[in-house]
């Protein structure tokens, strides 16, 4: 069963601290995306990282994309209440057409 | 470009009624995705459906089936409604080869 398992499962942090939310598999992927998703709506895409060791950086949010493509972080500089919600990553496991989810992390930034 | 699009946005059943979700992909996205998400909960895989075919399915039982039509929009059915199935369904495109999901506002679907 390939498993994407995120922690922590839940944060609750004051405004302005740094945080990191972690995605981790035993599978190798060949992308993997992160989304976010508020409360009722649908997930919206954050970013998406293809290669072994990439970073990427949007505004105050940096993912990168473990060097055996086995796993992901997501760092959270100065968070901010907006940023509150579920944050999920998800991809590809190589050489199949499974996509799947990780577990969620469920943010709250508390103003 | 409009993004995925999902009707109603809302739907009440009773248990044992039929319930259908609809679903319209992003322009040119020929591949379509459900995905079943109880309250406070991930994602379910429910059904991907790409060029009028299923492609796989999930750990769903048969009640929950779908197709695809051939301008690559999407029904979803849920027959046999239990009250379990009160959720958030969530359908999803993405453009071949890209690996990436676009994702629609959902239908909430209450079974009482």
């Known amino acids: 069963t390939q498993l994407l398992e995120q922690s922590p499962q839940f944060l609750s942090i004051q405004e302005g601290e740094n945080l990191t939310v972690y995605c981790n598999s035993s599978s190798v992927f060949s992308s993997l995306q992160w989304y976010r998703q508020e409360p009722g709506e649908g997930p919206v895409l954050l970013v998406t990282?293809?290669?072994?060791?990439e970073v990427k950086k949007l505004k105050r949010l940096t993912f990168q994309f473990g060097d055996a493509r086995k796993d992901s972080s997501l760092h959270i500089t100065a968070a901010q209440p907006g940023d509150t919600g579920l944050y999920l990553c998800a991809g590809v496991v190589s050489r199949t057409y499974k996509y799947i989810f990780g577990t969620g992390t469920r943010l709250k930034v508390l103003a | 470009e409009a993004g995925v699009t999902q009707s109603p946005t809302h739907l009440i059943k009773t248990r044992g009624q039929q319930a259908t979700l609809r679903c319209s992909p992003i322009?040119?996205?020929?591949?379509v995705y459900w995905y079943q998400q109880a309250l406070g909960l991930g994602l379910q895989f429910l059904l991907w459906y790409d060029e009028g075919e299923e492609r796989n399915r999930g750990n769903f039982p048969p009640r929950f089936s779908g197709r695809q039509f051939p301008n690559y929009s999407s029904e979803l059915n849920v027959n046999a409604l239990e009250l379990e199935d009160s959720a958030l369904y969530l359908c999803a495109s993405d453009p071949r080869g890209k690996e990436t999901q676009y994702f629609g506002p959902g239908t909430r679907l209450l079974v009482l």
């Open positions: 990282v293809v290669t072994g060791g």
């Open positions: 322009s040119g996205h020929t591949s």
